[in-house]
């Protein structure tokens, strides 16, 4: 199967899988389909960031064990409180402190500590934050808005970048994104704001739907390096093993990890300052 | 000066400088102050973690732009709101990324990141728990409380260690601590919890104010512990240079920092859901 064939066939599964959930599940399936997608997410993160020498299997347990609750906990409660983060992050501190004294040098138990605790926002707070615009009032548009963006980008820079593509983005990360192709994003979210701004968000001002476009496709390609990046330093090439032939749910959903923030804070804007 | 003097002339600073501004200026005094604090723990933590090879002085002053807004909104808005840190965090990845492509390789580039994100944790939003102690309803007695713990289990760690103290703790990260500096400090901790029982937290269930206050204290232990971690894999000495001989103020505030998420966590516990 060729990159282009395994990346259609990809898109189509993840677009079917999700609208059908949808459909016969409504709100509450996408719901849980989210979080379930976030948790495998948060298993690939633990997987590439904490197979450090002398850092045992324990820590990615802990990890994963307090991401689920931050995830859960941020997406559930209605004012995401960040205390939880904190305690999380405090508990992860001293436990990773206690587990590996001893066991590993002090620049990889702080290679521990920092990869946990940026963990705890890239695969909890993140997916999290799309989480809740499924669940909170008149969020589900923008939740939508935010697939496009990222899935319409996506496939835009590939064809764009494929045929058009000359000068390099950031070679050492990512050998294959040209700027080229980051402009077809940048295009495909300029196209998917119209659109949205015509049907979904019709009664949103058109200037904030537009910027929040742009701003989330930059943030989605960012959070698309940004994956890169973290593969090659752990010097792995895909995310996971459970797709065959299609890297892992984390190389798919990069993102809408880092675009989530961005529709979030634009969806708060409209409803708590301009429409308040 | 000795050690010894050191240390009791800095705590005495501490309270002379907390109680005088407390008294003179009231609550929204002590919040400046705080705030003051923070920001100088934030711009340490900067010249610490981002003087690796390649990171230009630029990634510094975006760090701590961005987390002097984490900071106050942190601080300041009711709800805390996730999102904030979230879009934060977006904005420091993408311009990280921008800034140090070409300019490192992607070892140092994906640390950059890490430290970053911590860093917005860390001197962000521990901190402003500490801060929101300060202005919500009810709560400057438990932010007396975390001083207390902190302030009293630092000095009982100090005695206690130096006369008593044989079994190592950690000795890679911290060599003079010891396992009965560590007990000191705990005991320390629970003789505060049961003086504030008696005193300005007496309405407050005697299990939750022990339970609170020995939590607290192993945490702060472990602010301490990671500031040494941080210290030594930057290979510095001090956390700055703006008090000579006594350190920086990252040294003086480490256990505030790392034992307000489990005050504010018991004050919320305590008003939001025993009281509710």
Redo the contacts between chains.
């Keep these: 199967m060729s990159a282009l064939e395994k990346r259609i066939l990809s898109a189509v599964a993840i677009i079917l899988l999700i609208g059908s959930v949808f459909y016969l599940f409504g709100t509450q399936g996408l719901f849980f389909l989210g979080f379930l997608l976030a948790s495998l997410c948060a298993f690939e993160f633990a997987g590439i960031n904490f197979s450090l020498n002398g850092a045992p299997k324990s820590i990615s347990l802990l990890f994963l064990a307090l991401n689920l609750l931050v995830l859960f906990i941020?997406a559930r409660l209605p004012?995401?409180?960040?205390?939880?983060?904190?305690?999380s992050?405090?508990i992860f501190?001293?436990c990773s402190?206690w587990m590996l004294?001893?066991a590993c040098?002090?620049?990889t138990?702080?290679?521990v500590?920092?990869?946990g605790?940026?963990g705890?926002?890239?695969v909890g707070?993140?997916p999290?934050?799309a989480l809740r615009l499924m669940v909170v009032t008149n969020g589900l548009p923008w939740f939508w808005f935010l697939v496009a963006i990222v899935v319409v980008g996506d496939i835009a820079a590939y064809f764009v970048g494929s045929s058009l593509g000359k000068h390099k983005l950031?070679p050492?990360?990512s050998p294959n994104k040209s700027w080229e192709g980051a402009a077809g994003a940048l295009i495909g979210a300029l196209a998917v704001s119209v659109l949205f701004k015509f049907w979904l968000l019709s009664e949103v001002p058109s200037a904030l739907v537009i910027a929040t476009g742009l701003t989330a496709s930059?943030?989605a390609q960012?959070g698309d390096?940004?994956e890169s990046?973290?593969k090659?330093?752990a010097n792995v090439k895909d995310s996971g093993r459970l797709l065959p032939g299609h890297g892992g749910f984390l190389d798919r959903l990069d993102g809408i990890l880092?675009g989530?923030?961005?529709v979030?804070?634009a969806y708060?804007y409209y409803f708590e300052t301009l429409l308040a």
Tied chains: 1, 2.
Excluded: E, Q
């Design positions: 941020s004012n995401t409180p960040m205390y939880f983060l904190a305690g992050c405090c501190v001293t402190l004294r001893g040098d002090n620049d138990l702080y290679r500590i920092n990869r605790l940026l705890f926002l890239y707070v993140f999290a934050l950031m050492d990360v930059i943030t960012t390096l940004f990046l973290m090659r330093v880092f989530a923030p961005v979030y804070i708060v």
